[in-house]
């Protein structure tokens, strides 16, 4: 892996980074305040070609690699979290997989108005339930001659109630258990399906997330994605590469909240010089700028893996693990370089704080990232 940045490359994050510095910065605290989705920012980040950036060119996505994806997502991570994750679930978990297993008629229907940012997307797969056990879903899916009858309630759903297609996943045959679980591409006017309770939450508030309602929804047979029993596969490929995005969203926060102690720590003073100087705040910074930097490290390696054709599951779990626990530890002490200014809101490590939390849960929690990487350092030995 070489670890120069090529020019395309370069060009992309600085690209951007001048785009989220510029629009996305002056109002994500704005954004947060008023739990407010970033939909007036959406047409400006497709013309940019970011919410389908590794989706061929012929499906009207960038036809970009997965470390310009993470280039681009880390500097709007940086500026704000919410629409960071909107155009994660965007490009990995919906386009992704429709990318990988979808048929043309499905691409052309429900890829290329997505990739080019004339609609969104969600990634439905998740229960109040399941949760981690994503094996156990309780969705079904009937087929009753021509369509598909889906039954169900999903939670936590990212883009939820703005999403105008959303993969779900469902279980069409209990007795082969994981099986038995199929995906689906369900539009939003579909008969039976419903957007039910929005979600209030800690962080990345500008972030619509929702509970999902299934009631007799009538699906077409033509809308199954892949084959009938290869949803658990798709769902499983599908979050290794997400968690790739969301090891960066991680990245983004934290190198945020270190750039900004760092700042705050040359311009405060305190018993008659700056608070640099002070060797618990230099040992502050000092961890703050080591673990963001092997976060991006651990995080450019996931995306060089996946763009190279080889295995990369293990190492975007190791990224998102890693990642998303400096995310937490660096925020916590951002605040605390900023004493009790970094406690209210006209500052905002708070923000950065309560975003950082969630990259810690969704698409599979630290302790899930654990099992996933163990499993896979004990095959290497047997």
């Not at 007795?175 to 579909?190: D, Q, T």
């Not at 450019?300 to 054709?309: I, S, T, V, Y």
Request: charged share 25%; glycine share 8%.
């Amino acid at each position: 892996m070489d670890f120069a940045l090529n020019e395309e490359h370069k060009m992309i994050r600085d690209m951007a980074r001048n785009y989220a510095q510029k629009e996305l910065a002056p109002v994500a605290a704005e954004l947060d305040q008023k739990s407010e989705f970033p939909s007036r920012h959406l047409p400006k980040m497709a013309e940019l070609g970011l919410l389908g950036m590794m989706v061929p060119t012929e499906w009207g996505g960038s036809g970009l690699d997965t470390l310009a994806y993470v280039l681009a997502l880390e500097e709007v991570s940086a500026a704000c979290a919410s629409t960071s994750v909107t155009m994660s679930v965007n490009n990995s978990l919906y386009c992704g997989p429709i990318v990988k297993f979808g048929t043309d008629a499905q691409k052309e229907k429900y890829l290329t108005p997505y990739a080019s940012g004339q609609k969104l997307g969600a990634y439905a797969l998740s229960e109040p339930g399941t949760g981690s056990d994503a094996a156990n879903q309780q969705t079904t899916a009937v087929l009753k001659g021509d369509k598909w009858i889906l039954n169900g309630r999903k939670n936590f759903i990212t883009n939820g109630p703005n999403a105008d297609a959303m993969i779900v996943y469902a279980m069409n045959d209990k007795e082969k258990r994981h099986k038995g679980i199929s995906a689906f591409l369900v539009e939003k006017n579909f008969p039976g399906f419903a957007v039910g309770k929005v979600e209030k939450k800690l962080g990345i508030c500008a972030s619509s997330t929702s509970e999902i309602v299934l009631d007799n929804c009538e699906v077409p047979a033509a809308n199954l994605l892949g084959q009938a029993g290869q949803g658990f596969t798709i769902a499983m490929s599908t979050l290794d590469s997400g968690r790739i995005g969301i090891g960066t969203q991680a990245l983004g926060i934290a190198r945020a909240a270190y750039e900004a102690a760092r700042k705050y720590s040359t311009e405060r003073e305190a018993f008659g010089k700056k608070i640099y100087e002070f060797g618990a705040i230099e040992g502050f910074i000092a961890d703050m700028a080591t673990e963001v930097d092997a976060s991006r490290l651990l995080v450019h390696r996931a995306a060089w893996l996946k763009d190279q054709g080889q295995p990369f599951g293990k190492e975007a779990s190791m990224a998102k693990l890693f990642a998303s626990e400096t995310a937490m530890r660096v925020t916590n002490k951002a605040i605390q370089v900023h004493g009790g200014y970094g406690y209210i809101k006209e500052y905002p490590v708070e923000r950065y704080y309560r975003d950082a939390k969630i990259t810690e849960i969704y698409e599979g929690t630290s302790e899930i990232q654990r099992l996933v990487i163990c499993r896979h350092v004990l095959k290497e030995i047997q």
